[in-house]
């Protein structure tokens, strides 16, 4: 799987958006940019997966621009329940195929 | 969406002992399934991959005789920690994806092993 950076840690208040940027320079052809979200002891959940340009879902947006380097995870008006590490992936099949985690972005949400 | 569980969510054991985690795949069967363990703190790292019916293969520095993994059904995978040490200590996760080709990876809850 293609090697992922990530801030380590980003700090918000209840209602903003978040963005969540990840560079991923050597991305396949095939490979596909996936989120996951963790919270303390508990095991990762999926939260979106995308291609190219843009996609969205109840929880989260994952903007990709044209080169793919990078992609950018979106979260709407966050609320304390959104702290948690968030984990960028980038592979193919990454369903079916043993993860490799990077460090995540841990985030905190204030009131 | 699938579900994945763990038992036990938490265990305690003394130090020489053994102690067995169950991942079962509820409403799905999984043909392989991964282990992973993460120390506080830190990220997840793979330690193995379970194959039903076959022997698993385990990561780089993961020793086999010590973690011991049976995939005996195509809902279940299990690992067995043995002689269990302070530093085996951890938060153990398993996973697995649901269907072919599959986007999503679920996961378990996790269990903690606390090793006394």
């Known amino acids: 799987l293609a090697k992922t950076t990530q801030p380590i840690s980003m700090d918000s208040y209840e209602g903003q958006e978040v963005n969540i940027t990840c560079s991923h320079n050597?991305?396949?052809?095939?490979?596909?940019i996936t989120w996951y979200q963790q919270f303390p002891s508990q095991g990762p959940r999926f939260i979106i997966q995308?291609?190219?340009t843009k996609v969205t879902n109840e929880v989260a947006s994952l903007f990709i621009p044209a080169d793919r380097k990078s992609s950018t995870l979106s979260l709407p008006r966050v609320s304390l329940s959104d702290t948690a590490v968030y984990y960028c992936?980038?592979?193919?099949?990454?369903?079916?195929?043993?993860?490799?985690f990077g460090s995540g972005t841990r985030l905190q949400v204030q009131p | 969406g699938a579900v994945v569980s763990q038992h036990p969510s938490w265990v305690i054991c003394k130090s020489g002992t053994s102690v067995k985690i169950e991942c079962r795949s509820l409403?799905?069967?999984?043909?392989?399934m991964f282990w992973y363990r993460q120390f506080p703190k830190q990220s997840l790292m793979l330690m193995a991959t379970?194959?039903?019916?076959?022997?698993?293969?385990?990561e780089q520095g993961v020793e086999k005789d010590k973690f011991l993994i049976n995939h005996a059904s195509l809902t279940l995978s299990t690992l067995t920690v043995t002689s269990a040490h302070p530093e085996d200590s951890s938060f153990y996760i398993c996973?697995?994806?649901?269907?072919?080709?599959?986007?999503?990876?679920?996961f378990g809850p996790g269990t903690r092993l606390t090793v006394t």
């Open positions: 050597n991305i396949a052809t095939n490979d596909y």
């Open positions: 996973s697995a994806g649901a269907k072919s080709p599959s986007y999503e990876q679920y």
């Open positions: 995308g291609y190219k």
């Open positions: 409403d799905f069967q999984a043909t392989t």
């Open positions: 992936l980038v592979g193919l099949d990454t369903g079916r195929r043993a993860l490799t």
């Open positions: 379970s194959n039903e019916g076959s022997k698993a293969t385990y």
